[in-house]
């Protein structure tokens, strides 16, 4: 089939981000042709301020080298404006005669520069911030002159004037508005900001509206002349009072345009062959000029360019960063407030600290920080997500403290960080690593960041200050990825949530059967969707859906745990933590017989066996097994052990028979997987010596019965567990601990451990279920028993079947009988 | 070159699974894929030597089960961003049987 042709009037950041969007979906379906106006290829426009400030150069913001668009198939055509779109001949047509003919054709024309409609305005020294041309003027400027006036006190008025003052000018920043960035900030927060920037050196003219630039003897501009009659003098006027959608050519084309060219919710105009995307643009009567919106409708037109026809725009909610280094502020969605909105404030003007929080009917709707945004992230989050904050309300103002305790020396605060500070812990990543992969390679995300760069993408307890370096570095391109709706990895737009409801009214119950019925976009997904999709399916429909080993990590296959060397370590499972000198013996004579290099005590205090040679696991099992002693799981996303004290059985102060109980939770939870790793504890009194406090559940035996706590975390970021209830004998504590693991295993998400389950559903929800419910309670319980009801000992399994044990023997090449074959 | 080696019988090899080879130019994964495809690569990632036969398989994909680097199986090429090669060796299923090339 012929190809049709696509037409891309516009190489800017919104157009050429649709066409790689286009290309990731249908990358033969059209023959696409891009027109620049400007002589480059496209670049990260929202990174020209760091190369006025000098710390960028051109060549590091280019997003796209010629090259790109050779290697797929884009034909170019640089500074060549299009100045008419014949929609009868469906071709376009540019300023130098050239024509194209479209099937579909795409607007991208962005936003010019609004110019104040004032004397002396055409003046040579007189500039907008828009481009290269514009940057390169100014820097050239700097090096000969000396006054330079910024007409416009916002986010690029600002970045514009810091990076002259940075060059050597003198500089003064005119704005009409009482408070700069009026559009971003409060006024509170604007102050701290404009005192912070005249301790640079900069000047501020505030309430001030310019009535004529004057020209001087050379024929330049020399001077601005204020309504009030003030003069100052001027060897460079920046105008950066804001831009206007680029709708000249829609319009000269008679497409409907009202302040920016009319799209729909797919990104259409009235002409259902031409499309529209990023700043020259009206959806819903909003035009945006920030990048992240852009992105997203052109992830959106790409999608209906492409015929696949599902997505939608609906439009954004803003965040903003400024670029200035050294300066951290941050604002997001309705930060001013006003009827039927709560404000939350922090203010500590000597501190440099302002943080102003809105609420509305228990939703965070907006926010400003000033001095420390660290939590910015977690705001947007929020209030992108809607999410109910009414539990966390008294505490939301002192952030969601999500920078993990360890691995990056405790540093919470991106801004602060020398280059040469380490972030990620795991894989040695340092900010400036970061820095500049994202600078050179152009990322926007947090997934393109760990991709690139692998910082957080192994513990992840360094997520938050990745995403505080991510958000300084472009500004407000940054866009927190969505936590409710995120997909489940590259094989999927379906999130967690999505599939798992999907498994249970779908009754869907093998892998194939649901990447088929959910249109996975890789034939046999990846070695991150395939153990969540095994895990809902077995975990939803127990007893109907068979495990698939190959879909299972190494781990969870071979029932051990793999070592740095490619070796294995044995747990075996002793009850409660509780042993006999029979199992010691065996332990001790397995470890000798099979030459065990190391010996040691768990955490969960279990003996570990490390260094076994895979092929070795069948045969250390079996004397294991022999003697009675099955699986310890200390490999599984599954239960691990149940840590116990002495407790009343020894203990004087015992008020509980702690080992017992303990021993009794873990048979009953024996073979249990679950959506990540689930450890317990039982403490025979409140001095908790089996350290309850930190476990996914932790029981603690007073004199009148027990306290049951969960979602307490010991690992990457330390959490104390809840206080679930107070119940009183062994048999409530077995069944609100199964109810409440029962409910977890229903609705976590696949590597969720309890602590972030309850952190996103709220623990009164867990409570509605396990506490105050007895029915329900019951019934989680009754189920949780159902599914591991026909549990084997998997070493058994191991040991008996030859086709489970193949997979652990090695295969010796007979490579003498060399050349036999056809 | 020399000839081809006979390995086992395609069944011994778990649809998306692997075996391990030894052999006198090191351990060599052989994977089959979930089509029926075999590969066979050096069991070493080219990150930090961990054994791909014990990773798991999509598509033509193995992922390490150390750091979940990503090694194409056709090529032994690290999927990108991630940079590094692995040797590879002449795998062919014909008839129920795997047969090996040693390089």
């Excluded at chain 1, 051109?58 to 010629?66: S, T």
Aim: charged share 25%; net charge neutral.
């Amino acid at each position: 089939m012929k190809k049709q042709k696509l037409v891309v009037v516009g190489n800017g950041m919104a157009g050429i981000r649709a066409v790689e969007e286009l290309l990731k979906l249908a990358p033969d379906l059209y023959d696409i042709t891009v027109f620049g106006a400007e002589p480059h290829p496209n670049y990260n426009r929202i990174l020209l301020s760091p190369v006025l400030a000098g710390e960028m150069t051109i060549k590091d913001i280019i997003l796209n080298p010629l090259g790109w668009y050779a290697d797929n198939g884009v034909r170019l055509h640089v500074g060549k404006t299009v100045t008419k779109i014949d929609r009868t001949a469906r071709k376009v047509i540019a300023d130098d005669g050239t024509e194209e003919e479209y099937d579909r054709l795409l607007l991208a024309t962005g936003s010019m520069p609004f110019i104040l409609p004032i004397p002396g305005r055409d003046l040579p020294g007189v500039i907008s911030y828009r481009d290269i041309k514009d940057t390169d003027e100014m820097i050239a400027t700097a090096a000969t002159h000396k006054h330079a006036v910024v007409i416009g006190g916002g986010l690029l008025g600002l970045e514009a004037a810091n990076g002259l003052k940075l060059r050597g000018m003198d500089v003064t920043v005119v704005h009409l508005m009482p408070w700069l960035m009026e559009r971003q900030l409060d006024k509170s927060a604007a102050d701290m900001l404009k005192t912070s920037l005249e301790a640079r050196g900069l000047k501020f003219l505030l309430e001030k509206q310019t009535e004529a630039l004057i020209r001087g003897e050379s024929g330049r501009v020399c001077a601005l002349r204020f309504k009030d009659g003030l003069e100052i003098p001027a060897d460079l006027v920046v105008m950066a009072a804001g831009i206007r959608p680029n709708t000249a050519l829609a319009e000269s084309a008679k497409i409907y345009c009202n302040r920016g060219i009319v799209v729909n919710d797919t990104m259409q105009t009235y002409d259902p062959r031409i499309y529209a995307v990023g700043e020259c643009v009206a959806h819903r009567g909003i035009a945006y000029g920030l990048v992240a919106p852009l992105f997203e409708q052109a992830k959106v037109c790409a999608n209906h360019l492409a015929n696949f026809g599902i997505a939608r725009y609906s439009g954004s909610v803003l965040s903003t960063k400024l670029k200035v280094t050294g300066i951290d502020l941050f604002s997001a969605g309705n930060f001013m407030g006003g009827e039927g909105t709560d404000e939350i404030v922090l203010n500590d003007p000597s501190g440099g600290v302002y943080k102003k929080l809105v609420v509305k009917n228990d939703t965070l709707v907006g926010a400003v920080l000033y001095g420390d945004t660290a939590d910015g992230a977690w705001y947007f989050q929020l209030v992108k997500d809607a999410q109910n904050i009414h539990e966390i309300r008294d505490h939301l103002m002192f952030g969601q403290n999500h920078v993990g305790d360890v691995g990056h020396a405790g540093k919470t605060h991106a801004a602060a960080m020398p280059d040469d500070a380490q972030v990620c812990g795991c894989n040695g990543v340092c900010k400036g690593d970061i820095v500049k992969a994202i600078k050179s390679q152009g990322l926007f995300t947090l997934e393109d960041v760990r991709k690139h760069t692998k910082a957080s993408s192994s513990c992840g307890s360094c997520t938050g200050l990745v995403e505080q370096i991510l958000a300084s570095t472009v500004g407000g391109a940054y866009t927190p990825s969505e936590s409710k709706n995120k997909p489940m990895c590259g094989c999927t737009d379906h999130s967690h949530g999505v599939v798992r409801q999907t498994i249970r009214e779908q009754h869907l119950l093998t892998i194939p059967e649901l990447m088929r019925y959910m249109e996975w976009k890789t034939p046999s997904g990846c070695a991150s969707c395939r153990p969540a999709l095994n895990y809902y399916l077995i975990s939803t429909w127990p007893g109907e859906a068979k495990d698939d080993p190959q879909s299972r990590f190494i781990n969870e296959r071979a029932h051990a745990n793999i070592q740095t060397d490619g070796t294995y370590s044995v747990v075996p499972r002793m009850w409660g933590g509780l042993t006999t000198p029979a199992e010691l013996r065996t332990i001790a004579e397995v470890a000798e017989k099979y030459e065990v290099p190391t010996v040691k005590m768990t955490g969960g205090a279990r003996i570990d066996l490390l260094g076994i040679k895979k092929e070795d696991l069948p045969k250390v099992w079996a004397d294991l097994g022999a003697a009675g002693m099955v699986s310890g799981h200390a490999y599984g996303k599954s239960i691990r052990t149940v840590k116990t004290c002495v407790g009343a059985e020894h203990c004087r102060f015992g008020t509980q028979r702690s080992m017992a109980m303990g021993v009794k939770l873990e048979r009953m939870l024996f073979g249990m997987w679950s959506p990540h790793k689930v450890k317990l504890a039982v403490s025979g009194c409140p001095r908790n010596c089996a350290e309850a406090g930190i476990k996914d559940i932790g029981v603690i035996g007073v004199d009148s019965g027990y306290e049951l706590y969960v979602a307490g975390n010991g690992g990457i970021k330390t959490e104390v567990a809840q206080f679930l209830c107070k119940v009183k004998s062994d048999e409530e504590v077995m069944e609100y601990s199964g109810a409440f693991l029962q409910l977890y295993r229903e609705e976590g998400f696949y590597l969720e451990r309890t602590c972030h389950y309850v952190a996103r559903v709220g623990l009164d929800h867990v409570k509605a279920a396990v506490v105050d419910d007895p029915v329900k309670r019951k019934e989680l319980h009754e189920r949780l028993l159902f599914a591991l009801q026909d549990y084997e000992d998997p070493w058994q399994a191991a040991v008996e079947k030859p086709a489970v044990r193949r997979e652990y023997q090695i295969i010796k090449l007979e490579e003498a009988t060399a050349g036999v074959a056809s | 070159m020399s000839g081809w080696i006979r390995v086992c019988a395609l069944d011994e090899i778990a649809p998306q699974g692997s075996r391990v080879v030894a052999s006198s130019q090191g351990d060599i994964a052989i994977f089959r894929t979930a089509d029926d495809s075999v590969f066979g690569l050096h069991d070493k990632c080219p990150h930090k030597g961990g054994p791909l036969s014990q990773g798991i398989v999509h598509g033509d994909t193995v992922t390490c089960p150390l750091h979940g680097f990503k090694i194409g199986l056709k090529d032994g090429e690290a999927v990108a961003p991630d940079k590094g090669c692995t040797r590879r060796f002449e795998v062919k299923a014909e008839d129920g049987t795997v047969w090996l090339q040693l390089n």
